[in-house]
């Protein structure tokens, strides 16, 4: 029963019946025959049997056949039995007398099995021997000679992807990276021509001593994204071990670095390059790891870096990210150009930034936030830098496998699973992009009120501030103006002035009242005040014991507190006489009479004018100090709820957790409540008019995270059972008199604030006063 190669191998196997049951059978033992290198349906007069017993694998299982090559006088145009096979759609094992094949469709289904769902080639190869038979029958063992196909195959597609044998030069012409597949613009337009590149490693993709590359050499050798063997593993003889000095906090992969624990691995991990923006693998950007990140045998750090530069154009501007780029980036120049030549390169630093992906700069240093953040980069946009994980996450399925292969069949499994993840990438990025177009602009429309209103209110600083920007994207050497600066002075620095000032005028002839300064006499009844807030936070069982002793030196203080007000402000004398104290009063809640407490007519009346104006710098420094201690503190929740959320997991942790997040959220409330102390002070110096306290009032609703990933989740109702929860506490406090009441005004703003975009950024985080003349200079996009 001869029969041409057009016969469908899916009726290679069969069922015939015994005369009791049906039992499966090769089509060999009914007489097929297939005939290579005719036309279907012609017979070749003197047929040629390649072997007795050869084996084709198909998608329903593994079988023998009997296949004959061409041997007649069309043997020429036939070609060779290799070649006959592959015109058959027949992948032969070997060039050499093949006695085993594997159809087209097999290997195109295990290529789509491996690169999608990451199935092993152990379970694809044992689910072929289930379809062949499934009750424990004697099947042919073809696994290595499978193993063999498939992986030349993926190199022969890859080589047809990349457009290569079809010239007379052939593959051996073939250059480093080439498988893997403006500078006149304006200033305005720049931004368009810069190309972000991640980098990062993977310690999952380790591989075991095991083979070597004179028995498993790469098909591909350095033409897809790996760097080229030889010259790395020569590179790498010359490096020696190297202690690591990090500056900064938080970097765990300084920590792995000269690891003991590599023993029994040629190769610790894999570190790559991508296309920060899109997540494509990038050429030659990919080099094994060699006991941990050691910075200059880390093959991605340096040599990858260089190898993957080499495909990009000099004068195109770059931004590299990176976990550890704070450490990285030092010397990276006199580094770079003392590698091997074939990577040698100068790098143009003027034209490159370097940066921190967006989540991991949370674990780094404030110096790292200001300097190395995506948010200060011009051209950024919202890039966050955390791609590369995603294909991190796409080729740890196969680390188990790859992990026990020699070094050329990890090297080429790798490279065809990352050309697949960049084909993928490929085919979703117009949808992609597209929905990140249209949550841009929605985002534009949120944002753009909030960002005028802002500019509005500062507008005699904007251009300044344009200016200092501008100056810094154009030379990041130039000062950062997003840096934090502390330019407010504080309580103790501006006592400094005031008492300056009285000595001079003691010194010009200006006989005092009394021995203590007017100065110190206002610092002194801060101080009390003070003592009288710490009092009112004792809560547990020692606070209370301590209690006794802060309430004795309390009275002390109010006593000689009242002995300097008989001199400077006689009038407390006569408020503390119409004060009927309840029987048991305390000393914190007694009455201080500041100059602050008393009415305009009462000071102007006072033995020594200014006492009020002295009051009045005094409590600018608290309100400057309360912001900057308030925002550290919403800063550092910020990072206690992300930790929460990602790594506490069970009650012990949660509670521990959770016990840090209270904690903190006490030191939140005692600095605004120290703020809103301050400036219902200076408001009352003021006689009421906001315009000349300088101050904004502060709400609860105010006192928020610069951007807080809970609120955003949250539903508007959610929201606004938030707010209405913070309007009646504060309504408790005022109802005690310790904060001035709200209008009506204020809390319809302070709901449709809570209700319609939380998303907006507090003006806690964006102005210090409201005076024109910011004395805290706290700048943050």
Known sequence: MPSSPDFPPVLLLAQRWTGVFFQSSCLKELGLRIQ???????????????????????????????????????????GSDKIQLLRAGLFPATDDRPRTAATFEVLDEWMVSTLQAKTTMYDFYKMLEKRTDNAGGCV???????????????HLQMLIRGGRGHDSTGMDSTRPGQLAGWENASPDDQYLYIIFL??????????????????????????????????????????????????????????????????????????????ARHEFIQLNGVGDLQRGERYVAFGICKHGFASLLRHIHHRLRKIISYDIVCQWWKRLKSRLAKLPKLVRLRIVLAICRFVIPKLHIEGHTLLCKVSFSLNLVPGSAQTDGEGIERPWANIGRVASSTGEMGPGSREDTLNNHWA????QKLLGMAERLRTRLDHAKTEYAAQLEAFTTFSTQQET?????????????????????????MKALTEAQV?????????????????????????????????????????????TTAQEINLIALRRDLRRSIRRLRTLQATYTPA??????????????????????????????????????????????????????????????????????????????????????????????????????????????????????????GWR?????????????????????????????????????????????????????????????????????????????????????
């Open 697 to 781: 009032k502060l709400l609860e609703t105010d006192i928020r995270c610069m951007e807080d990933p809970d609120d955003l989740r949250k539903s508007a109702v959610e929201r606004k059972k938030k707010m209405d929860r913070c309007l009646a506490r504060e309504d408790m406090l005022r109802a005690t008199g310790e904060l001035p009441p709200l209008t009506a005004e204020e809390k319809e703003q302070a709901r449709r604030n809570a209700s319609e975009n939380t998303c907006e950024v507090s003006w806690i985080w964006t102005c210090a006063g409201t005076n024109g003349t910011n004395d805290l200079t706290f700048r943050s996009r």
């Open 198 to 275: 991640a980098l990062d490693a993977c310690f999952r993709l380790k591989r075991r001593m095991v083979s070597s590359w004179a028995k498993d050499p790469s098909l591909s050798g350095g033409w897809a994204y790996f760097v080229e063997s030889p010259e790395y593993r020569e590179f790498l003889m010359t490096v020696t071990d190297q202690k690591e000095m990090s500056t900064c906090s938080g970097l765990a992969a300084l920590d792995y670095a000269n690891t003991k624990f590599a023993r029994g691995y040629s190769a610790t991990g894999v570190g790559m390059g991508v296309c």
């Open 461 to 485: 600083h904007v251009l300044r501030w344009r200016a200092m920007v501008e100056a810094f994207e154009a030379d990041g050497t130039q000062k950062n103006p997003y840096a934090v600066e």
């Open 572 to 693: 407390v004398i006569l408020e503390l006489a119409k004060h009927q104290a309840p029987e048991g009063e305390q000393p914190e809640n007694e009455p201080l009479f500041l100059p602050s407490s008393l009415s305009a007519a009462q000071r102007a009346v006072e033995p020594v004018h200014g006492l009020a104006v002295i009051e009045d710098q005094l409590r600018d420094a608290q309100c400057a100090m309360s912001l900057v201690l308030l925002r550290n503190q919403l800063m550092i929740k910020a990072r206690f709820l992300l930790y929460k959320r990602l790594h506490a997991r069970h009650q012990g942790a949660n509670t521990r957790a959770r016990t840090l997040v209270v904690r903190n959220e006490s030191k939140i409330r005692l600095h605004s409540e120290k703020y809103q102390m301050a400036h219902a002070a200076k408001l009352r110096l003021a006689n009421g008019d906001e315009a000349k306290c």
């Open 140 to 154: 042919p063992n073809r696994y290595n000679a499978f193993i063999q196909m498939s992986q030349e195959y993926a």
């Open 36 to 78: 290579l290198g005719h036309l279907p349906r012609e017979r070749c007069s003197t047929p040629r049997e390649l072997h007795p017993k050869f084996v084709i694998l198909h998608t329903n299982g593994i079988f023998e056949i009997a296949i004959d090559a061409c041997d007649c006088e069309h043997a020429l145009s036939a």
């Open 420 to 423: 697949w993840w960049n084909w």
């Open 495 to 539: 006592l400094l002035c005031l008492e300056q000032e009285e000595s001079q005028r003691a010194e010009a002839g200006v006989p005092g009242i009394h021995t203590v300064s007017p100065s110190s006499f206002v610092a002194a009844a801060l101080e009390v005040e003070d003592q009288q807030w710490n009092s009112k936070k004792a809560g």
